[in-house]
């Protein structure tokens, strides 16, 4: 694999294409350098997070090459490999789109760990994670974010193996989309994993009872999660707010805005994050 053929495959925009061959090529040897300790540190303190973002992407970039050995050594297929790489394009644009600026956030650095571990997936339209299930209570977190029955926290004990589902911005939620994610995840799992996975878990804000029922019975929204067995929520609507006005201040509607920005602004309180699980 050559450092071409794999921003090729990343599917850069070209401002950012070029931005990061530019970095590389003039300093090959200090993105190896700093390759070698990137996520070195702890608590999530990876050095590479004190790095320019331009650096940080680059970094990345050039890591990327290495992890897909390790990725190939688990036998997993190119169309997943590629795709779950393509987070890093994703979160680029993203950036560029919210900065003007060509790199990438220290949250982007910290949350790409995960591909760093050969831990998550793109599959389909979902990502995955294999995981242990945590509940996000006063038990384990010590402060009450979120309860949890005790009847559920004995049906699938905390630390049972689960399979911990991500849903990138803008991704498919179309009901066809998001079935066939699931069941290719299914066969993913039980072909390259001898763990045998409870549930699929999912900590998210498109998961919050009030603002769901609010949807229409068209929403992909709604029905995505309808999917889910909702075990928890609470109140916090910090990632909807973070989601729906990536782009700036929430104070002004966009002029195009959406059914769900339109509800962050007039009803606020219908929004927060909940926990849901699918039995598998």
Same mark, same amino acid.
């Given at each position: ?90 979160? /680029? ?77 803008? /991704? ?53 999660? /309808? ?29 195009? /805005? ?23």
């Amino acid at each position: 694999m050559t450092l071409e053929t794999m921003i090729s495959e990343l599917h850069y925009t070209s401002d950012i294409e070029q931005a990061v061959l530019q970095k590389i090529r003039k300093d090959e040897k200090l993105v190896e350098q700093i390759a070698e300790t990137a996520y070195k540190g702890e608590d999530f303190d990876f050095s590479l997070c004190k790095r320019m973002p331009l650096t940080r992407l680059a970094v990345v970039t050039y890591l990327l090459l290495r992890k897909y050995d390790d990725y190939k050594a688990k036998e997993v297929p190119d169309n997943i490999i590629f795709d779950t790489f393509r987070d890093v394009s994703l979160r /680029a644009k993203l950036y560029y789109e919210k900065t003007g600026r060509v790199g990438i956030s220290r949250g982007d650095v910290i949350w790409f760990r995960h591909i760093m571990n050969v831990v998550i997936f793109k599959i389909g339209a979902l990502q995955f994670q294999p995981f242990e299930m945590m509940y996000l209570d006063e038990e384990t977190i010590g402060e009450p974010y979120m309860a949890f029955a005790k009847e559920q926290k004995e049906a699938l004990p905390a630390g049972a193996p689960v399979i911990n589902c991500h849903i990138q911005q803008d /991704a498919d939620l179309s009901p066809e989309a998001v079935e066939a994610s699931f069941q290719s995840a299914k066969r993913f799992f039980s072909t390259h994993f001898s763990t045998r996975y409870k549930a699929f878990l999912c900590y998210s804000w498109l998961l919050y009872p009030p603002m769901v029922k609010n949807l229409s019975l068209k929403s992909n929204i709604k029905q995505f999660a /309808a999917k889910f067995s909702i075990i928890g929520a609470c109140d916090d609507s910090e990632q909807a707010i973070e989601y729906l006005f990536r782009n700036g201040t929430k104070r002004r509607l966009p002029a195009n /805005a959406t059914t769900l920005q339109k509800l962050a602004i007039e009803h606020k309180e219908l929004l927060g994050f909940a926990c849901g699980i699918i039995i598998i």
